[in-house]
């Protein structure tokens, strides 16, 4: 990566930064087709849905998406609370509807590690 942004950097300052500009779409594009083809357009992922909420949650994705959906019951490990979650599978394409966050999207104080003395 740090080689094709230092390639991608010199034909900027020699070709011009449109042409720059250019390869580098062309790099994203030829990424994106090799992730698709390595990984097929049919790859499923699933979610899990943990929400106070949850069978509102899983009505809207039954309804919106056509997916089922499992609620299972668990307990929380830090606090000891009963939780509701939702698990679903969706394909690669279904991700952009469910808005599928990354996990270091997640907020709160309780997902850094504790230093323990």
Do not use: P, Q
């Amino acid at each position: 990566m740090f080689l094709n942004v230092f390639i991608l950097g010199s034909a900027g300052f020699v070709f011009g930064w449109d042409r720059a500009m250019f390869s580098l779409i062309a790099y994203f594009v030829a990424f994106k087709m090799i992730n698709l083809t390595v990984e097929g357009i049919d790859e499923s992922k699933s979610v899990w849905i943990i929400s106070e909420n949850f069978r509102m949650i899983g009505e809207a994705i039954v309804d919106r998406l056509g997916r089922g959906v499992t609620y299972l019951h668990g307990e929380g490990g830090y606090t000891g609370d009963r939780k509701s979650v939702i698990f679903c599978v969706i394909t690669r394409l279904e991700e952009a509807k469910l808005a599928v966050g990354n996990i270091h999207d997640v907020k709160g104080g309780r997902f850094k590690k504790k230093d323990i003395h």
